[in-house]
Structures are given as C-alpha cells and as structure tokens.
C-alpha cells in the first residue's frame, strides 16, 4: 500500500471511462487531444505521457481519437458497461459480448 | 494513470490548467468572408470563397478537422439525381422531394442540382466516392464502369418509411430503381476538407466558439460586418472584422435532455451543438422560422442502447431481422426488396409489438448477417458502418471483441429497450435561419447554409449549400467596401461573455442545463396548450433573471459550456414563443396542440417566421413553397455558375 495521502474527492463525475491507454504504446504525441470534437482530453503535463482524460462525461463517443490515433493498439476503445453490446453465434446459439 | 484522480493521486496534486489564460485579451482579425462553424456546411463555404481569391477566416469551436455531426465520417452521398447511374433528373428529383410541407425547397433545389459536382470536387482532393480497389465487385448497385456504389436508399421514393406499393408484383425491378443515393467512404472526407482549407490559404480559427454577431452601429437589424469570439482553451477574446459572414452551425442538439452521467451525448449531435449559431443570428435580428416543429428522440440517451451497436439499428443498412428463433421479422430494413425504407409503418410496429406479447415473435432479435452473401456482408459492415460518422469505432470494437459478421448475429435493441419518453424531444431538426436564393438571410451580409438553415437535409446537402453560400457570400463581399465593428457593442459582448469567470460559487453550467431541460420536459413536451406554454416561458424567463447571473465557470472549457447554456436558454425561449403563434395543431412539425386539435387546417397551412426587433419579438409568416418555381429560381440566380471547379 501506497503511503500518499489520502484525498478527499469527489465521486467520479461519470460511470464511464470512453477509453483506455496503453501507456507502453502511446508516445504521447497528443493527436488524439487534437482531433476530439469536444476536449475530452487535456494534454500531460509530462511531455511522451498519455494525456489525462479530463471530461469523459462530455465524451459522445464518436471515435475520432481512436480512429486517428497513429499508433495503433495506444487507445482502446472502453464501452460503458451499459452499452457493451451482444451477439449470438448462429450455428451454436452461444452468446457473446463486447 | 490517464484518469484526473489517478493523476491527483499519482502527483500530489490536480494537473495545471495546459493552455496560457488570456480572459479578457483580444485578438483582432480582418477578413472578406467569416465562415462560423467548420463542420461540412463551414469547410466547403471556406473553400468555396477562397477560391474566389478572397481573405477567408474559419471559425471552429471543436477542431475543425474532426468536428460537426460529419467529421468522423459519411456513409450515403444522399439526392444525388446528377450522378450518371440517376434515371431522375435533378429538377424532377428536387420537385419530389420539395412535395413535403414545410421543407426548404431552396436548399433541396441546390442539393440536387449542385450535389454531384460537389462530390467530384471532393474526389480531385482525394476522396473515396467509387470502389477503386474492386472491394465490392458483384454488390448489387455497384457499376462495374463508373464503379460507383448505388444504396437502396430511396429507390422509388424519398422517404424513411416503405412505399406504399411495396408488396405489389415486380416492386423495385433494378432497371426503374431511382438510383440518386450513392454509398461512399467518407470516413476520410472532414481530414480531407480542412487540408483543402489549409491550402487554399484559409485562416482555421479552431477551438474558438462564435458569441455573437456586430452589426453596423450595433444596431439589431444591421448589416452584419463581423463577431466575436471565444477561444475555449485559453479564454482569449476574439474580434472578427468580416465583408460577408456565414453562419455553419447547427441547432440546439440536446435541448430536452441532459443525462451525461449515462453518456446522455452518446446520440447523433455532440455537445458541441448547442444552437449559438442560430442565438448569434436571432441577437442580431435576423428571422428564424419552423421553431416550433420538434422531433422525437428516437435513438441513445444514455438511457438507450448507443445508436448502431444493436442490430436493429446496423439492419438499416440491408440486413435481415429474425427473432431469438430465426424467424423473419417483418419491417423494413433499408435493402433492396423495399427499396430504402428504413422506418416500420406504426401498424407494422404495432402488429409486431403484438407478436411479442403473444408469443408469435421471440425476443431479442438479431440483425441475420450470416444469412446475406459475403460480398453484401461486407459492403454493410465494412462499407457503410465502417465509413458513417461514429459508427466506424463500432465496428472496430466489435471486430476486436471476437464478433465474426461470417457466423454471428448481432443483436437488436429495437423493442427490448422500450421506446424513448414522448417528453425527450430533439430540436436538432427543422428550425433555423430563414434564406434566400442567394442562401442569405435576412440580415445583409449575413448567409446561411448546412443545418444552420431551416429544414436542412443530410451531409451532400451541408456540402452543396456551404459550397453555394461561399461562393454568394464572396461575390458580395467582392462588391462592398471596409466595413466598422461598433466598439460599444464589443464592450457589452465582452462584459457578458466573461461574467461567468468573475464567479466561483452560484450555478455551474450542467445545472442550468439540466434545468432548462427539465421546463422543455414539463411545458413543451406531449400535453402542449396555452397554459403550459406560458408557464415555461415563464420558468425560463425567472431562470434567466434568477439564475443566469449565478452561473460561474471556472476555466475557459467551463465558460464556454456556460455560454453555450445560455444560448439554449434562449433557443429554448424562442420555441416557445413559435408554439405560441402556432394556434393549431400541425402533423408535418409534430406540433400537437391539445386547445387547437384540428391538424392542420387550411389558414395555418404556412410558415411561421420570428425575428427581434429592438429586442421584442415579432412574428410573421410566409406561405408554403415561397420560394416560387424551383428551377426557374435556380436558374435566374446561377447564370454564371461554372460547375465542377477546375484549376488550383
């Protein structure tokens, strides 16, 4: 166990993180905080860092940042629990899901 | 760690602010034509201008290289009569689709007209709009010469819902198929536009949100000569000096709802459309009209399944729907045995709702990929849902998730999910900014184009009449001299703009809006009269005066969110006063009043146009189909009009 000080914060804002670094991919390079409509992102203050993901509850999910990402693998995409979605194998009737 | 509390816990202490805070500082840009908005509508009147050799500024409040409801991508190149593979002519195709009340016959007549050599355009940048790679060879609509990709859609005729002669004999034979929607790869396209922007010496102000319009003297009513700005990261105060300025932005996205804790914008508009756009025009006195048509929220509210994830929703795009037994579930799904319609009738809903209950349909239901050949297979998932705005992520998650489109069945929410509230309503639709031919408002100086006008259409219309108000816009501003911003109207913007930042307690901006929300949910929802109305005008007027002057924000991204609140409010306002005048119940705007019941009738057959005039609103009206003979319009306005552009 960490011996940091315990914080007092706030519940999460939102029950969903929309995605989520790799961090031993990502080089940092900060095109995902450009291209997302709504800055969902703020850069790291530490330069070759993921970026912190500052307003995932404003995100829409549209996937730009995963879409355009240069370095593939560094952002996975992270359905909200509520919105993993089914499907079944047709032979085998088996279920599957995000 | 990537989260905000992992880096509070990691560090010792939040992250810094990233941007320099410039409140208050200005910036002051002169230019010939000020695009507002870099969605579809604002990148093709940018580049539209340019060409035309002028100084052009566009104004983006996201970056303009993903933003707008079309920045991740575009599946149907929709109302294409021109395209070769079309049996309609544009005029006929523009005359079809203007057979709807209340449409904008203008912008139809532009799109159908303009559309194909936009694409053309877009295809010398660099745009996907055939199969070039042979992807898709033996797909039904593709032509193996052109190599274009024709879409079921609207095969007989433009609507949603089937046509009525559906299940006659020999419906849709491909050799009578309309053939004006062709499928296209656009997820590329928004890159593509704000490159061309770049090269075409275009100044791309992104991140910066449009606050209000000046006009001449400041006077409501003015000829518009530039606005004002802000710059969502570093606060920064940004003063637009403009000859001709367009308006590209859209309507108010999420006026009803507010749920983001349940990812309440995880719906087609991003937060990013708040409606400032049209709350800039009707500040400066030009006229709105159809504000008090609204549309249900049919699709995810953080409450919902997103939109496309299940397969009741991928099955618009020619996949079968069965039920948990494989049994063939009978509504339409956009394919070529119904020739594009996507949309069950009610009675068709209604007949399987009752199915359901009786046992006749089991649920869930699947979207049936593996009963479709291979190569339709493909053009659904890899073509349409790879290549439609938010849709590509989807199918990317599920491709890494292990679904196999070869042998699974993905499944449908329609019906499981119940259906959304009759209080969610979407003002996304149909209200906007009154044009003319010239897609010029009301105001001079001042044009329109994409979903900023009324009655707007899809993303080949956003692009045909954001090219065409670019190239309007820039013959104007050719013809008048150096225009004067009034500094005393700079003064009273600057002081509203940044009220929010001298405030760390009162209202944040996600309060107003969830209570702004709330009254459109009680007072202007399903039960719609007088009494209703005026008790919400009422409520947001009192939220207004009340609360408006509490709202803090407390960096640049917080005000601008509240800025964006307090133009809802407004808008919100608005639809109310439009219901008001509206004294009858219309079906075409889904304006159900319950004091005025009968739909429709005779004397309200006609548009109803607002606009403020020294800060009161007047209403008045314009009959249907103003804009007179379609083509003749067209023509008499485009003599010099040059087609596909040719040249740098």
């Known amino acids: 166990m960490s011996q940091k000080e315990?914080?007092?914060?706030?519940?999460?804002?939102?029950?969903?993180?929309?995605?989520?670094?790799?961090?031993?991919?990502?080089?940092?390079?900060n095109e995902c905080v450009e291209v997302c409509p709504i800055d969902v992102y703020i850069p790291h203050p530490e330069e070759g860092r993921p970026p912190i993901i500052l307003h995932p509850e404003e995100c829409w999910y549209c996937g730009s940042c995963a879409n355009d990402c240069p370095c593939p693998g560094a952002i996975q995409f992270n359905w909200p629990l509520q919105s993993r979605g089914y499907w079944k194998n047709k032979k085998t009737g088996e279920i599957g899901q995000l | 760690m990537t989260t905000w509390?992992?880096?509070?816990?990691?560090?010792?202490?939040?992250?810094?602010?990233?941007y320099p805070i410039l409140f208050e500082q200005e910036q002051e840009i002169d230019t010939d034509v000020l695009v507002i908005g870099g969605g579809i509508a604002g990148c093709w009147a940018a580049i539209s201008a340019a060409r035309q050799g002028l100084r052009v500024a566009l104004v983006e409040k996201s970056d303009t290289v993903r933003s707008g409801s079309g920045g991740p991508g575009c599946d149907h190149w929709c109302d294409v009569p021109a395209n070769p593979l079309s049996r309609v002519t544009p005029d006929d195709w523009a005359k079809h689709m203007a057979d709807r009340p209340y449409c904008n016959g203008i912008g139809i007549q532009i799109q159908c007209r303009e559309n194909y050599d936009t694409l053309l355009e877009l295809e010398q940048m660099g745009g996907k709009i055939r199969d070039t790679d042979d992807e898709y060879v033996g797909a039904e609509g593709r032509d193996n010469k052109t190599k274009f990709m024709v879409s079921p859609r609207y095969g007989t005729i433009h609507s949603y819902l089937p046509d009525p002669r559906m299940n006659e004999p020999n419906f849709n034979p491909p050799e009578k198929r309309n053939n004006v929607v062709l499928r296209v790869w656009g997820s590329g396209f928004k890159p593509i536009l704000k490159k061309e922007c770049e090269r075409l010496g275009v100044k791309v102000y992104d991140r910066v949100m449009g606050t209000s319009l000046l006009t001449e003297n400041g006077i409501q009513g003015g000829r518009v000569v530039?606005?004002?700005?802000?710059?969502?990261?570093?606060?920064?105060?940004?003063?637009?000096?403009?000859?001709?300025?367009?308006?590209?932005?859209a309507g108010a996205g999420s006026l009803w709802l507010m749920s983001m804790e349940l990812c309440g914008f995880?719906?087609?508009?991003?937060?990013?459309?708040?409606?400032?756009?049209?709350?800039?025009?009707?500040?400066?006195?030009?006229?709105?009209?159809?504000?008090?048509?609204?549309?249900?929220?049919?699709?995810?509210?953080?409450?919902?399944?997103k939109w496309y994830s299940g397969g009741g929703d991928a099955s618009y795009e020619n996949v079968p729907i069965v039920d948990a037994n494989g049994k063939r579930v009978p509504f339409p799904i956009q394919g070529w045995v119904d020739a594009g319609a996507m949309v069950p009738t009610p009675e068709v809903s209604a007949k399987v709702h009752e199915g359901i209950l009786k046992g006749e349909y089991e649920l869930p239901f699947y979207a049936d990929f593996p009963s479709m050949p291979e190569v339709e297979r493909k053009a659904t998932w890899n073509l349409m849902l790879g290549e439609e705005a938010t849709t590509r992520i989807i199918i990317d998650t599920f491709n890494q998730g292990g679904f196999d489109m070869a042998k699974d069945m993905l499944q449908s929410y329609k019906f499981l999910e119940g259906n959304s509230l009759p209080q969610w309503r979407d003002a996304g639709y149909g209200g906007g900014v009154l044009v003319d031919w010239n897609l010029k408002t009301s105001l001079d100086g001042l044009y329109a184009a994409g979903t900023q006008m009324f009655a707007p259409e899809d993303h080949s219309h956003a692009a045909a009449t954001g090219r065409y108000a670019g190239r309007k816009a820039a013959a104007y501003a050719k013809n008048i001299g150096e225009s004067k911003v009034?500094?005393?109207?700079?003064?009273?913007?600057?002081?509203?703009?940044?009220?929010?930042?001298?405030?760390?307690e009162g209202i944040e901006w996600k309060e107003l809006h969830a209570g702004v929300a709330r009254i459109m949910q009680y007072y202007v929802s399903e039960y719609r009269t007088e009494r209703l109305f005026k008790m919400g005008l009422g409520a947001l007027e009192k939220m207004e005066k009340e609360s408006v002057p509490t709202l803090y924000a407390l960096d640049p991204h917080k005000l601008m969110r509240s800025l964006e609140d307090i133009s809802m409010l407004e808008y919100a306002k608005i639809i109310i006063h439009a219901s008001l005048a509206r004294k009858a119940s219309s079906r075409p705007l889904m304006f159900q009043r319950i004091d005025y019941p009968t739909p429709d009738p005779p004397e309200w057959d006609k548009f109803l146009t607002l606009k403020l005039e020294k800060d009161k609103v007047k209403i008045g009206e314009k009959p249907q189909a103003f804009w007179g003979d379609m083509k003749e319009q067209y023509e008499a306005h485009n003599k010099d009009y040059t087609g596909v552009h040719k040249g740098k």
């Open chain 2, 5 to 18: 509390h992992g880096y509070l816990k990691d560090e010792g202490r939040p992250p810094s602010w990233p």
């Open chain 2, 226 to 249: 530039g606005a004002t700005g802000l710059n969502s990261r570093t606060g920064e105060f940004m003063i637009f000096k403009s000859k001709a300025t367009i308006l590209s932005t």
């Open chain 2, 266 to 305: 995880s719906n087609m508009h991003s937060r990013a459309m708040a409606g400032d756009g049209t709350i800039m025009a009707w500040k400066a006195g030009a006229e709105l009209t159809r504000m008090e048509g609204t549309g249900m929220v049919m699709i995810a509210t953080g409450l919902k399944h």
């Open chain 2, 486 to 504: 009034s500094r005393d109207q700079i003064e009273k913007e600057k002081a509203r703009v940044y009220a929010p930042v001298k405030r760390s």
């Open chain 1, 6 to 29: 315990l914080f007092a914060i706030p519940n999460v804002q939102t029950p969903n993180q929309p995605v989520l670094f790799n961090p031993d991919i990502c080089t940092g390079c």
